[in-house]
Structure formats: C-alpha cells, structure tokens
C-alpha cells in the first residue's frame, strides 16, 4: 500500500491491514483440498494418466481406448489378480505373468492423496519388486480406496486382517521416464501408469 494513501486515510488503512493480518496470520488454518482432488492433482503432477468412471461400462471402454491408443490388442497382459482376468476378459488378451508381457494389469491396495502415489502389496504383486514387471501398468481401483496419507493406507492393510498383515508393501509415484530424477526419486521405479477409478462412494 502507498505510503501516501496510509497518510491520508489512516483508520481505514489500518483496519484493512487488520482483516488483511487475519486472513493471512501463521496460525490461520491452511486451506485443505478434499483428497480426491489432492490426490488428482499430485498423481498427474507425478505423470499418471487418470480416468475417472462413473460404472464399469465406462470402465471397459476407457480401457478399450487405452489398449487403442498403445496398440495392446492381442497381447499379453501380466495379471494376477482372476477376477480381473474374468472382468477384462473381452478385448483379446492372454494373461501370463510374464515379464516381457504389454502392461501388468492390478488392483492396488489405496490411492494417497499426500503424494499422488498408488500403495501396492504382495496382494497384488506377491513377492515380486517391481523392477521385475512391464513398464506399462494399469491399475484398477475405486473412489472408495482413497486415503490421505500412507499412514492411513497401512492402517486399512493392517485392520483389514491383523492375523494376515501381507508382506511386500511398497508406493509407486513416479510415472514419467523422461523427468530428470531429484534426489528424492533417486532408486524408484519408473512406471508409465493408467488409473482406471470407479466411482463406489
């Protein structure tokens, strides 16, 4: 604010520095996205391709589009999980797990809204790293899966059945290859990765 509006009109000045003061004060609360659109927002800042669906119809067809735009028909597809075998069963795929395979197509255990990042564990990839799977990963889940932080998503793993904590859990949050790696994403695997998410809430 101009010194000479401060001089002229002090009350008035002063007042709107106040307001101004509140809005802006260190133990004002941070404004807070919902986690959905945190995590929308960090998981493409991350380089995922996401597509939201409103029922499984708009499920198959988008992913009809992504094996379209990759020319994935007829291909092998890394797959664990058979009821997604049976839901995906349509589109010409053989499902192995084999390494050298299309994409690996899985559920995940939570989406993580802190960070855009997909928690994974031996659910879904058994005892494998993820170095040992494509590099093209489709990924499966629902509105519902959606936590705030990894705490929370370990919280639901370990509730879920606490005299079966499965082993191997691991994130995934690195979904461009040609970013230049920070210190933080140095090790990680790079995955080129699609998120089908259903809405189920």
Same mark, same amino acid.
């Given at each position: ?27 004002? !609360?941070?404004?807070?996205? !919902? ?39 007829? /291909? ?6 058979? /009821? ?14 084999? /390494? ?33 799977? !494509? ?26 059945? !606490? ?9 995934? /949050? ?28």
């Amino acid at each position: 604010m101009s010194l000479f509006r401060r001089l002229l009109n002090p009350k008035k000045n002063k007042s709107d520095d106040a307001k101004k003061d509140a809005d802006t004060s260190k133990y004002y !609360p941070e404004e807070k996205l !919902p986690v959905d659109e945190r995590f929308t927002y960090n998981f493409n800042k991350n380089g995922g391709k996401f597509l939201y669906c409103e029922n499984m119809d708009e499920v198959l067809e988008a992913f009809d589009n992504i094996l379209l735009e990759n020319d994935w028909y007829e /291909q092998e597809a890394f797959c664990i999980n058979e /009821q997604l075998k049976e839901r995906f069963n349509g589109f010409n795929l053989s499902f192995g797990i084999n /390494q050298r395979a299309a994409f690996f197509l899985s559920t995940c255990e939570s989406l993580v809204g802190k960070n855009g990042s997909i928690l994974l564990c031996s659910n879904q990839i058994k005892e494998k790293k993820l170095s040992e799977f !494509p590099s093209n990963f489709i990924i499966f889940a629902t509105t519902s899966q959606l936590v705030e932080t990894i705490s929370e998503g370990l919280r639901i793993i370990k509730n879920r059945n !606490p005299k079966h904590i499965p082993t191997n859990i691991t994130t995934i /949050q690195d979904f461009e290859s040609d970013k230049e790696k920070d210190f933080m994403s140095y090790g990680s695997t790079t995955k080129n990765l699609y998120l089908l998410l259903l809405e189920d809430l």
